[in-house]
């Protein structure tokens, strides 16, 4: 291997990663209440998010689980597997985990908390975010944007 193709391979190799994190119901996305959630389904997300991130310089690597112990799993062994950062929608255990927010205190990397909806315009229960506290920033309201935003922000952060 030589030349262009020798330093896109190393380029690749050497890309940090960023890892987006959906929870419960999310890989409903598409047909679950379209009129909070919007049409776009998991993987359209995901497509814009690592789209994004290849343009920043990033890998982006996804996982999804309606399982609160395989998130904290999956967040748990981040720090193992060369994360540099995570984006995460929490989902419905934004409004009740405690052992998700202290698994994200506990990888110790730099965290985006992400919601479709603007949980502050929605019913009381889910107007505290008990994940969030444990992340730099949320992004909220703006449906496949609000994922995009969270991406330049953690990148921005990471750069
Ligand atoms: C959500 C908001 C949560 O309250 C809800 O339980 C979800 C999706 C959002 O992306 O808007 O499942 O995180």
Request: glycine fraction near 8%; aromatic fraction near 6%; proline fraction near 3%.
């Amino acid at each position: 291997m030589r030349g262009f193709r020798r330093k896109q391979a190393i380029e690749e190799l050497t890309m940090k990663k960023i890892l987006l994190v959906n929870g419960p119901n999310l890989r409903l996305l598409g047909r679950r209440e379209p009129e909070i959630y919007g049409h776009d389904t998991l993987a359209d997300i995901v497509d814009a998010c690592r789209e994004c991130a290849g343009e920043l310089g990033f890998e982006l690597v996804d996982f999804q689980s309606d399982s609160e112990g395989e998130l904290i799993s999956c967040i748990g062994e981040a720090p193992l597997k060369d994360i540099a950062g995570i984006i995460i929608n929490p989902a419905g255990y934004t409004h009740t985990s405690v052992a998700l927010h202290d698994a994200l205190l506990a990888a110790d990397l730099p965290a985006v908390e992400v919601h479709l909806s603007n949980i502050f315009k929605r019913e009381d229960f889910r107007h505290t975010s008990i994940t969030g506290s444990a992340c730099i920033g949320v992004v909220a309201g703006f449906g496949k944007e609000s994922y995009v935003l969270a991406v330049r922000a953690l990148a921005a952060r990471l750069q």
